[in-house]
Protein backbone atom coordinates (compact mmCIF):
# COMPACT_ATOMS: atom_id res chain seq x y z
CA UNK A 1 0.00 0.00 0.00
CA UNK A 2 2.65 2.67 0.86
CA UNK A 3 4.35 1.71 -2.53
CA UNK A 4 0.92 2.94 -4.02
CA UNK A 5 0.61 5.86 -2.49
CA UNK A 6 4.40 7.16 -3.04
CA UNK A 7 3.86 6.59 -6.57
CA UNK A 8 0.61 8.20 -6.45
CA UNK A 9 2.63 11.13 -5.11
CA UNK A 10 5.23 11.10 -7.18
CA UNK A 11 2.92 11.33 -10.10
CA UNK A 12 0.65 13.85 -9.09
CA UNK A 13 3.77 16.23 -8.32
CA UNK A 14 5.01 15.08 -12.27
CA UNK A 15 2.00 16.39 -13.34
CA UNK A 16 1.83 19.70 -11.86
CA UNK A 17 4.85 20.06 -12.51
CA UNK A 18 4.22 19.51 -16.20
CA UNK A 19 0.97 21.27 -16.46
CA UNK A 20 3.12 24.78 -14.58
CA UNK A 21 5.96 24.48 -17.14
CA UNK A 22 4.12 23.79 -20.47
CA UNK A 23 2.89 27.04 -21.40
CA UNK A 24 6.71 27.85 -21.12
CA UNK A 25 8.26 27.58 -25.03
CA UNK A 26 11.40 28.23 -25.76
CA UNK A 27 12.56 29.98 -29.11
CA UNK A 28 15.78 31.30 -30.52
CA UNK A 29 15.95 34.69 -32.58
CA UNK A 30 19.14 33.68 -35.27
CA UNK A 31 20.43 37.99 -36.09
CA UNK A 32 22.78 36.45 -37.84
CA UNK A 33 25.21 33.48 -38.34
CA UNK A 34 27.03 34.59 -35.34
CA UNK A 35 24.43 36.44 -33.40
CA UNK A 36 21.50 34.22 -31.14
CA UNK A 37 19.13 35.71 -28.89
CA UNK A 38 17.27 33.16 -26.50
CA UNK A 39 13.87 33.91 -25.28
CA UNK A 40 11.11 32.48 -23.78
CA UNK A 41 7.35 33.04 -24.03
CA UNK A 42 4.52 32.34 -22.40
CA UNK A 43 1.49 33.03 -24.94
CA UNK A 44 -1.09 35.75 -23.43
CA UNK A 45 -3.88 34.54 -22.34
CA UNK A 46 -6.34 37.82 -22.72
CA UNK A 47 -5.38 38.70 -26.43
CA UNK A 48 -6.14 42.48 -24.94
CA UNK A 49 -3.36 42.41 -22.29
CA UNK A 50 0.70 43.00 -23.62
CA UNK A 51 3.03 40.92 -23.60
CA UNK A 52 5.74 41.88 -21.15
CA UNK A 53 9.54 41.62 -22.74
CA UNK A 54 11.43 40.84 -19.12
CA UNK A 55 15.20 42.01 -20.50
CA UNK A 56 17.94 40.36 -18.56
CA UNK A 57 20.72 41.25 -16.12
CA UNK A 58 24.10 40.96 -16.21
CA UNK A 59 24.71 37.74 -16.28
CA UNK A 60 21.17 36.41 -17.41
CA UNK A 61 17.70 36.96 -18.33
CA UNK A 62 15.05 36.00 -15.62
CA UNK A 63 13.42 32.36 -15.99
CA UNK A 64 9.72 32.23 -17.51
CA UNK A 65 8.98 30.01 -15.00
CA UNK A 66 9.75 32.14 -12.10
CA UNK A 67 7.22 32.96 -9.71
CA UNK A 68 6.63 36.25 -10.01
CA UNK A 69 6.42 35.98 -14.22
CA UNK A 70 3.95 32.69 -13.79
CA UNK A 71 1.94 35.18 -11.97
CA UNK A 72 1.55 37.69 -14.47
CA UNK A 73 1.06 35.39 -16.67
CA UNK A 74 -2.20 33.60 -14.88
CA UNK A 75 -3.73 37.36 -15.28
CA UNK A 76 -3.37 37.27 -18.61
CA UNK A 77 -0.31 38.78 -19.65
CA UNK A 78 2.65 37.45 -22.53
CA UNK A 79 5.09 37.11 -20.65
CA UNK A 80 8.87 37.12 -22.63
CA UNK A 81 12.54 36.57 -21.05
CA UNK A 82 15.11 36.90 -22.81
CA UNK A 83 19.09 36.51 -22.99
CA UNK A 84 21.12 39.25 -24.74
CA UNK A 85 23.50 37.38 -27.67
CA UNK A 86 26.41 37.98 -25.40
CA UNK A 87 25.14 36.32 -22.18
CA UNK A 88 25.99 31.97 -21.34
CA UNK A 89 22.08 31.27 -22.35
CA UNK A 90 21.91 33.13 -25.55
CA UNK A 91 26.43 31.98 -26.67
CA UNK A 92 25.44 27.99 -25.96
CA UNK A 93 22.48 28.05 -28.88
CA UNK A 94 25.46 29.38 -31.24
CA UNK A 95 26.37 26.39 -33.32
CA UNK A 96 29.87 24.60 -32.75
CA UNK A 97 33.14 26.59 -33.54
CA UNK A 98 31.19 29.72 -34.44
CA UNK A 99 33.09 32.90 -32.81
CA UNK A 100 30.20 34.62 -31.28
CA UNK A 101 29.78 37.91 -32.89
CA UNK A 102 30.75 40.16 -29.47
CA UNK A 103 34.11 38.90 -30.11
CA UNK A 104 34.87 40.99 -33.25
CA UNK A 105 33.09 43.94 -32.12
CA UNK A 106 32.57 46.34 -29.17
CA UNK A 107 28.97 46.65 -28.33
CA UNK A 108 26.74 49.38 -26.85
CA UNK A 109 23.86 49.86 -25.68
CA UNK A 110 22.57 50.59 -28.97
CA UNK A 111 23.56 47.21 -30.00
CA UNK A 112 21.75 45.76 -27.28
CA UNK A 113 18.55 47.62 -27.89
CA UNK A 114 19.18 46.47 -31.61
CA UNK A 115 18.17 43.16 -30.09
CA UNK A 116 15.25 44.07 -27.76
CA UNK A 117 13.89 45.79 -31.43
CA UNK A 118 14.60 42.91 -33.52
CA UNK A 119 12.18 40.67 -30.53
CA UNK A 120 9.68 42.70 -30.11
CA UNK A 121 9.50 42.69 -34.46
CA UNK A 122 9.94 38.84 -33.84
CA UNK A 123 7.05 38.68 -31.67
CA UNK A 124 4.56 40.81 -33.43
CA UNK A 125 5.88 39.16 -36.98
CA UNK A 126 5.72 35.66 -35.71
CA UNK A 127 3.96 35.59 -32.44
CA UNK A 128 0.79 37.15 -32.94
CA UNK A 129 1.68 40.13 -30.69
CA UNK A 130 0.21 43.18 -30.36
CA UNK A 131 1.96 45.30 -27.58
CA UNK A 132 4.96 44.35 -26.25
CA UNK A 133 6.19 46.67 -23.11
CA UNK A 134 9.87 46.59 -22.41
CA UNK A 135 10.69 45.95 -18.57
CA UNK A 136 14.20 46.13 -17.71
CA UNK A 137 16.39 44.53 -15.22
CA UNK A 138 19.27 45.74 -13.11
CA UNK A 139 21.79 46.40 -15.82
CA UNK A 140 19.16 46.21 -18.50
CA UNK A 141 18.26 49.74 -17.46
CA UNK A 142 20.93 51.41 -19.45
CA UNK A 143 19.85 49.62 -22.03
CA UNK A 144 15.84 50.88 -21.95
CA UNK A 145 17.45 54.48 -21.30
CA UNK A 146 18.50 54.49 -24.83
CA UNK A 147 15.22 52.57 -26.20
CA UNK A 148 12.56 54.42 -28.68
CA UNK A 149 8.81 53.95 -29.86
CA UNK A 150 7.38 51.71 -27.26
CA UNK A 151 4.12 52.78 -25.40
CA UNK A 152 6.01 52.05 -21.84
CA UNK A 153 8.87 51.06 -20.69
CA UNK A 154 8.51 49.24 -17.39
CA UNK A 155 12.33 49.93 -15.07
CA UNK A 156 12.64 47.69 -12.47
CA UNK A 157 15.74 47.97 -9.67
CA UNK A 158 17.68 50.37 -12.05
CA UNK A 159 21.35 49.93 -11.93
CA UNK A 160 22.50 52.90 -9.80
CA UNK A 161 25.45 53.94 -7.51
CA UNK A 162 25.65 51.39 -4.14
CA UNK A 163 25.56 55.29 -2.36
CA UNK A 164 21.74 54.67 -3.86
CA UNK A 165 21.18 52.28 -1.17
CA UNK A 166 21.31 55.23 1.42
CA UNK A 167 19.79 58.52 0.70
CA UNK A 168 22.17 60.01 2.76
CA UNK A 169 24.86 59.01 1.03
CA UNK A 170 23.34 59.33 -2.78
CA UNK A 171 23.58 63.05 -1.67
CA UNK A 172 26.98 63.36 -1.70
CA UNK A 173 27.14 62.09 -5.24
CA UNK A 174 27.98 64.45 -8.01
Known amino acids: ?6 FCIVMMALFISCKAFAAVEHFNLNM ?9 LIRAKNPKLPTLLFLPGVNRGLLANDDALEIMADKGYGVVTMNFSTQPISVSELPNRVTPHFKTKTYTFLDLAEEVYALSNELKKNFNVKTVIPVSLSFSSAVSS ?3 NFPLIIDTVPMTAS ?12
Open 32 to 40: SKSRVVSFE
Open 163 to 174: AAVNPELENYRS
Open 146 to 148: VLE
Open 1 to 6: MKIKQT
